[in-house]
């Protein structure tokens, strides 16, 4: 395991990144818990390789998520409801990751969802250069459905403790009362994270781990991937 600055991890993801080769553009999931950090790293990664001239597609799984009415079938508090029924997976490979793998025609669109409307959202197809870069974050990455649809696999591990200090900290001067944010990750959040872990195993399956509970001085594990022994 490596220690090292905020700038270093990033540096050297970067460098990972850049060692890999395919054939079509390159899908690098950012996988972890909520409020692990997983869209603040994935921005500052884009950054880093936008500045470096690749071309970078950034896109979330919240941009996936099904209507509310489906979304919360179970309840709003179930954790079942959060892992098996939150998100559209099958929309996720059909417009963006399958046209970016192995014999796409690079056609995709990075939504289809818009959450102010809770409706379907379907945005005009963009073509990616052969080189792009995506990088997507969100929960439940690694999962069966979607494991072989990455070209490289990044988990953001953080504490669940940790996390529900975080939500906290993000929900001061929000609508939501600290009590509706507490429930949320006890009842939902953390419960449907352990469910994945059970089910997927999802840091068996990463290339890198992200330590991320100390934001300026993360940790990070290399497991062996044939493009990023040298990370």
């Keep these: 395991m490596d220690h090292g600055t905020r ?71 179930s954790a079942e409801g959060c892992y098996f029924d939150a998100h559209d997976h099958a929309a996720l490979c059909r417009v963006l990751l399958d046209p970016l793998g192995p014999g796409g025609d690079r056609r995709f669109r990075h939504t289809v969802y818009d959450a102010d409307t809770d409706t379907p959202s379907s945005p005009p197809a963009t073509t990616a250069s052969a080189d792009a870069v995506l990088l997507f974050d969100g929960v439940f990455l690694l999962r069966p459905e979607l494991i072989d649809r990455w070209d490289l696999r990044v988990f953001v591990s953080v504490p669940f403790e940790q996390t529900v200090d975080r939500a906290r900290e993000r929900g001061k001067g929000s609508t939501g009362s600290t009590a509706d944010i507490e429930r949320s990750w006890r009842n939902r959040y953390i419960p449907s994270q352990q469910l994945y872990f059970a089910a997927a195993r999802p840091t068996d399956h990463a290339d890198v781990i992200v330590y991320n509970d100390q934001l300026q001085r993360p940790a990070w594990e290399v497991r062996p991937h044939p493009s990023i022994h040298g990370m």
């Design 7 to 77: 700038g270093e991890l990033i540096g050297r993801l970067a460098e990972a990144i850049t060692s890999v080769t395919t054939g079509h553009p390159l899908r690098v999931a950012i996988d972890g818990p909520p409020a692990a950090g997983k869209t603040t790293l994935a921005d500052e990664l884009a950054a880093v390789l936008r500045a470096q001239g690749r071309d970078v597609i950034r896109a979330t799984i919240d941009d996936f998520l099904v209507p509310r009415a489906r979304r919360y079938r179970r309840g709003r508090y």
